[in-house]
């Protein structure tokens, strides 16, 4: 007796090939030369997704989670991040793609930029097989913003090259560091704090949960200038690199990993300045708007990685019930679960619409093609796609488990990495309440 009666198919498994709403969304908002080009690497790119990267992704979650090794053989501090080399490899083939480097310089082969539309197709792809190491991507996305748009020429030169590197320069991965111990909701009780050196500042203080630790080549970091007020505004922000241009660390270190139930992939820990330099970025006592302007990217990359996982659910729940028989039948020919696939198929459909209507309007503000009108109307839609599209992703999760049964509830199965790894999204980047505040 087999689990599954119906053969599986004989065809190579890739993401992106019917996906028909996310076909209709490309051809609505790219135009030719770059809808080609986009087609062509999306297909590229939904293949590696659905293959080795998924394999690598198990891999990682399950056995080959990052480990911080804090001292080296000589009993140094060096606060080194192992990874694996299947999730490095995963590094490089997906930031050479110009997820990130793309939407802030030319596609060589177009002679043009990219944009956020075709970036965040790259993710919702990705997301599909690895949303843990979709965090670092959008980090960095939210890092390459706030240097492309708020740093002077000076730290542009030194930064902006190695976030956007696709092969061409070494790459540096991204953070954003807000929270401490006392505050992540409330930002404005943050205590990190900054002395004047120089022309620059070092750092003092911890950081309570900070993703991407050790394999960031820079992080943006909030801190408090010293003599600041208090609350909020007077927070300035801050490029903190990992290390000194001799290789040691600059003048931080972690404490610990966060021992996760999801996103494994994503090494978050806690990390201690003691005299790290840091580089203002933009005015000092804008850091705070700054931070808020990248945390909305990184809420519409939470919708992507939403809409991802629900997509991968729904794929492994009508794979299942087609190739599964119960009573003498294949699932898929019951009313009920035809009603559960049906409603779930028409869900992602709308909301993966929804998620790429709002990224159109966010192109257009960040290109300040907007009325005051479409700003306010941008940043109550991120907040509502925000929370929407996360409680659906556990949702999806949750119901793709019950459809694949016993097996959905085991680990050898894709299914509960969905449901852990979808957790978080509800989670980072504001939570429900403090998003209904905002509004
Ligand atoms: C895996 C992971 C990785 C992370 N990575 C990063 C990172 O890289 N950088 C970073 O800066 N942060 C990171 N975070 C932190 C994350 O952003 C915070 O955990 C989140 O913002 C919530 O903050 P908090 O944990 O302090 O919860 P709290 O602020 O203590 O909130 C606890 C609860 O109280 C509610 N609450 C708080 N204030 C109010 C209010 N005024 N009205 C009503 N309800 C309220 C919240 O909605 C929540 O349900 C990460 C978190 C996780 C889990």
């Known amino acids: 007796m087999k689990v599954l009666q119906e053969a599986e198919t004989s065809k190579v498994r890739n993401f992106y090939e019917g996906d028909e709403t996310l076909r209709l969304i490309l051809e609505d908002t790219l135009d030719g030369e770059f809808l080609s080009y986009a087609k062509r690497e999306l297909q590229l790119f939904g293949e590696k997704c659905a293959n080795d990267i998924d394999e690598r992704a198990k891999h990682t979650d399950r056995e080959g989670e990052p480990r911080l090794i804090r001292y080296d053989k000589y009993g140094e501090e060096t606060c080194e991040i192992w990874v694996n080399e299947g999730y490095k490899r995963t590094v490089d083939e997906t930031y050479r793609t110009g997820i990130v480097g793309y939407v802030h310089k030319e596609i060589p082969e177009l002679g043009h930029k990219g944009n956020y539309t075709y ?116 927070l300035s922000l801050f490029a903190v690199p990992w290390r000194k241009e001799n290789g040691e660390l600059n003048g931080l270190r972690v404490r610990r990993l966060k021992d996760k139930l999801g996103v494994r992939a994503v090494p978050s820990g806690e990390v201690e300045f003691d005299g790290a330099l840091a580089y203002v970025v933009g005015d000092k006592e804008g850091g705070f708007y700054y931070m808020m302007e990248a945390l909305n990217l990184s809420r519409v990359c939470n919708a992507v990685a939403s809409v991802g996982i629900m997509r991968r659910a729904l794929v492994e729940a009508k794979e299942y019930a087609s190739r599964r028989h119960a009573f003498g039948k294949r699932l898929t020919d019951f009313p009920m679960v035809q009603d559960s696939l049906g409603k779930l198929a028409a869900k992602l459909h709308v909301e993966l619409a929804t998620v790429f209507d709002l990224i159109q309007l966010y192109e257009k503000v960040t290109n300040n093609e907007v009325t005051e009108r479409e700003i306010v109307l941008n940043r109550l839609f991120i907040a509502i796609m925000k929370k929407e599209s996360a409680e659906q992703a556990i949702h999806f999760s949750h119901e793709t488990i019950e459809l694949l049964g016993g097996n959905g509830y085991i680990e050898d199965f894709v299914t509960p990495r969905l449901l852990r790894d979808a957790q978080v999204l509800t989670v980072w980047e504001g939570t429900a309440n403090i998003l209904g505040l905002e509004l």
């Open 119 to 234: 970036s965040f197709a790259q993710g919702y792809l990705l997301s599909q097989t690895e949303p843990g190491f979709y965090c670092p991507v959008t980090l960095t996305m939210a890092t390459a913003y706030l240097i492309d748009h708020y740093a002077d020429e000076q730290l542009k030169e030194k930064f902006l090259g190695h976030v956007c590197a696709t092969g061409d320069k070494p790459l540096f991965e991204g953070a954003t560091f807000l929270t401490e111990r006392q505050g992540g909701s409330d930002v404005g009780a943050n205590v990190v704090r900054a002395e004047k050196d120089g022309e620059h500042y070092r750092l003092y203080g911890e950081k309570y949960f900070a993703s991407n630790v050790g394999m960031c080549g820079v992080a943006m970091v909030l801190a408090r200038i010293e003599g600041e007020q208090e609350g909020s505004r007077g």
